[in-house]
């Protein structure tokens, strides 16, 4: 089973950045893409930004394009999401996830969420 940790969270004025990380941990699995999802009050949860093993590849969503990145750790068993100008619909519980492989992004393991409230 692999654990997955978030950290970073928190209040943020509009326009503001947070950082956020997330550490794999328990079975290892050789390769694999990992990924930021959030989901809002009321909306269903949404993909914002995958990133692969080698860093090669990454994904974001239209809605984050230009504002967010996403990097893999020199120790490739943790990842980040940097957020940038950051609006209040942004607001949400982001949630780290990591699939089975390095070519898809049905992810398998979730951490826990950390809410991230940007006021306006």
Same mark, same amino acid.
């Given at each position: 089973q692999v654990q997955l940790v978030e950290s970073g969270g928190g209040l943020v004025q509009a326009g503001g950045s947070l950082r956020l =990380?997330?550490?794999? =941990? @328990?079975? +290892?699995?050789?390769? #694999?893409?990992m990924g930021w999802s959030r989901q809002a009050? @009321?909306? &269903?949860? &949404?993909? /914002?930004? $995958?990133?692969?093993? %080698? @860093? =090669?590849? +990454?994904? #974001? $969503? !239209? %809605? /984050?394009?230009g504002r967010f990145t996403t990097t893999r750790g020199s120790a490739k068993n943790t990842v980040y999401l940097q957020m940038n =100008?950051?609006?209040? &619909? !942004? +607001?949400? /519980?982001y949630y780290c996830a990591a699939a089975n492989s390095d070519y898809s992004t049905n992810f398998d393991y979730w951490g826990q969420g950390t809410q991230v409230t940007v006021s306006s």
């Open positions: =990380s997330c550490a794999a =941990s @328990g079975r +290892t699995i050789n390769r #694999y893409i009050p @009321g909306k &269903e949860r &949404e993909l /914002v930004a $995958a990133i692969n093993w %080698s @860093g =090669s590849w +990454t994904y #974001y $969503a !239209d %809605s /984050v394009k =100008s950051l609006k209040p &619909e !942004d +607001t949400a /519980v």
